[in-house]
Each structure stands twice: as structure tokens, then as C-alpha cells.
């Protein structure tokens, strides 16, 4: 849907699951969308470098997440959120509704 205006489908997944989950993570998001790694790695390190996104480890995992220095930060999650408004219910029930993480219990 928002593709042509970010330019490609898979900067729009990424930027979707970054507002979705807050923090994404390359292996996953590729896995999620069945796309090779080395693409969504690419348009990772290119939201980085523009400064949109910043990263940070954990552990051995790079995490993505929306960087809050970035001057449209507030405007881009707008749009986004306004954008998966209009997604369809399959398309939000396939990617976007799975747990990432195993719940931690006790805490």
C-alpha cells in the first residue's frame, strides 16, 4: 500500500513492525515475511544511516527501533499507524499478531 511512497514493499514491512513491536530484530522480520535476510538487513542499515532508526545489541541480537533524536519520528509513527489502519485482516493476522518473545511467568 505504502510502498511506492517509501519506495519499496519491504522498507514498508520493516517500518510497520517497528511501530508495531516497538523493536525489531533482522532474522525475525526476514523469517516473518519469507524475504532473504541480506534484504531486509540492507534497508535496516539504510533507515539507520538516514538516521530514522538507530540499533543497539542484546546480547548477540541487533534491536531496531524508531529513534527518538529523528525530527519526523512523531509524524512517520502517525502515518504508519494510520497505514496499518487500512491493512487487511489477513495480512494483520499473518504478520503482525504473532507473540515475539515467550511470556515470562511470575513477573
Known amino acids: 500500500m505504502m510502498g511506492n511512497i517509501f519506495g519499496n514493499q519491504t522498507l514498508e514491512k520493516i517500518l510497520l513492525s517497528v511501530e508495531r513491536y516497538g523493536q525489531i530484530y533482522a532474522s525475525d522480520t526476514a523469517k516473518t515475511f519469507d524475504m532473504p535476510l541480506y534484504c531486509v538487513q540492507r534497508q535496516l542499515r ?20 524508531f529513534n527518538p533524536r529523528y525530527p519526523l519520528a512523531n509524524e512517520l509513527k502517525n502515518l504508519l499507524r494510520k497505514a496499518f489502519d487500512f491493512l487487511p485482516k489477513k495480512d494483520i493476522e499473518k504478520y503482525y499478531m504473532k507473540r515475539r518473545r515467550p511470556r515470562l511467568y511470575g513477573k
Open 46 to 65: 539504510k533507515m539507520e544511516e538516514s538516521g530514522v532508526l538507530v540499533s543497539r545489541f542484546y546480547g548477540k541480537v541487533r534491536l531496531y527501533e
